[in-house]
């Protein structure tokens, strides 16, 4: 597997994790609109944009003997 494949799940369990962290705080409302919830709006912009760039690496690079 890619790096950058093996990074979209990664990216997705930190995101994630992050995000329970802020919810779990006392001063955060548990269903704020995700404006308010940055952590989760940067994952979803994360894996987007890895799933961007992996395929346009595996749809344009030559791939090696494999």
Same mark, same amino acid.
């Given at each position: 597997?890619?790096?950058?494949?093996?990074?979209?799940?990664?990216?997705?369990? %930190?995101?994630?994790? &992050?995000?329970?962290? @802020?919810?779990? !705080?006392?001063? =955060?409302?548990?269903?704020?609109?995700?404006?308010?919830?940055? =952590?989760? +709006? %940067?994952? #979803?912009?994360?894996?987007? %944009?890895? +799933?961007?760039?992996?395929? &346009? #690496?595996?749809? !344009?690079?030559? @791939?090696?003997? !494999?």
């Amino acid at each position: 597997m890619c790096m950058v494949c093996t990074a979209i799940p990664t990216t997705v369990a %930190l995101g994630v994790a &992050l995000d329970a962290r @802020q919810r779990r !705080s006392a001063s =955060y409302r548990p269903h704020a609109s995700l404006r308010r919830r940055p =952590y989760l +709006l %940067l994952t #979803i912009l994360a894996v987007v %944009l890895l +799933l961007y760039l992996s395929a &346009l #690496i595996h749809t !344009s690079l030559p @791939q090696a003997n !494999s």
